[in-house]
């Protein structure tokens, strides 16, 4: 450490130039670089709700929500979920990646939706999609 401080000291004018080369080269790539004022920041997830009468968190969660997760795993950019169980209720929060085709990725949901509907129908009284995109702000 002591060596390097005695070299940058020793050679003044080259330490200096490579600062000012530095300094030049950031304010040049700031002025070059695309700015948005607000940027378009969003996040895209889904919600789904099942409703199962009379079933514990435990049965909800075992036969609904980890049922569900395994279905939406597969779609194109997923990123997440996570699910809370309850009395006769399971609520699963799909999160996609940012720079994902929202309308396939919501098709192939539906679809999966659709299908799980119809195989546990018998079980569930009511399966609910939402689609939610939520928009933020970048403070800078």
Known sequence: MNNILRIVI???????????????????????????????????????????????????????????????????????????????IAVVQLMLEVDTDLDEAFRELREKWTTYNLNYQKRLRKLKLKRIILKRQVCS
């Open 10 to 88: 020793k050679n003044r004018k080259i330490t200096l130039f490579i600062i000012i080369m530095a300094f030049v080269m950031g304010l040049f790539n700031y002025n070059t670089l695309p700015k948005q004022e607000n940027p378009d920041v969003s996040t895209p997830f889904a919600l789904i709700t099942a409703i199962y009468p009379g079933a514990s968190p435990e049965d909800v969660e075992r036969l609904v929500a980890r049922k569900i997760e395994d279905e939406i795993y597969e779609i194109d950019g997923y990123d997440f979920s996570t699910s809370t169980s309850m009395d006769s």
